[in-house]
């Protein structure tokens, strides 16, 4: 079963040409943040 998880940062500049790396909370491996991807999952969720 999927887990949702959330956080809250503040950023100063550019958030979307700055890389970034998320938790995967099932395995706990780091992975690139893919922002096209969640973008669309935004969309998809009414939250964008």
Known sequence: MPRLTGAI?????DFFSTQHSKWDAETLNEQPYDVEKNMRLFQEFGTA
């Open 9 to 13: 940062h503040v950023y100063g500049g």
